[in-house]
Nanobody, 127 residues
Framework: QLQLVESGGGLVQPGGSLTLSCAAS????????VGWFRQVPGKEREGVSF????????RYADSVKGRFTISRDNAKKTVYLQMNSLMPEDTAVYYC????????????????????WGQGTQVTVSS
């Protein structure tokens, strides 16, 4: 069974850092592009960051650019989201998603394009 499992969420003070992990189970991530999304209750889910299957291409939402870094370790079947300088408005449930791709450098930014989703991990930024 193909699964994605997020971890690393929690409570952090403004200005703090967290690293989220997205681990694949039941398949390897080598041929999958991955995206991180987040959702606040009552609002639509939004794209945060994206990485191609090769890791050579990345993209960030304007709201997190310069603060978040996406990376991947295909040998560990894991994609990471390093989040620095966290702000209260970063509070949300964060989801990772994966899509099988034959194009190693392509990014997928539309959530409707993704086939597999994790269960989400809560990030709360508060003093």
């Amino acid at each position: 069974q193909l699964q994605l499992v997020e971890s690393g969420g929690g409570l952090v003070q403004p200005g703090g850092s967290l690293t989220l992990s997205c681990a694949a189970s039941g398949f390897t991530l080598d041929n999958y592009a991955v995206g991180w999304f987040r959702q606040v209750p009552g609002k639509e889910r939004e794209g945060v960051s994206f990485i191609s299957s090769s890791g050579r291409s990345t993209r960030y939402a304007d709201s997190v650019k310069g603060r978040f870094t996406i990376s991947r370790d295909n040998a560990k079947k894991t994609v990471y989201l390093q989040m620095n300088s966290l702000m209260p408005e970063d509070t949300a449930v964060y989801y990772c998603a994966a899509i099988r791709t034959y194009s190693s450098g392509i990014l997928y930014v539309g959530q409707h394009e993704y086939h597999y989703w994790g269960q989400g991990t809560q990030v709360t930024v508060s003093s």
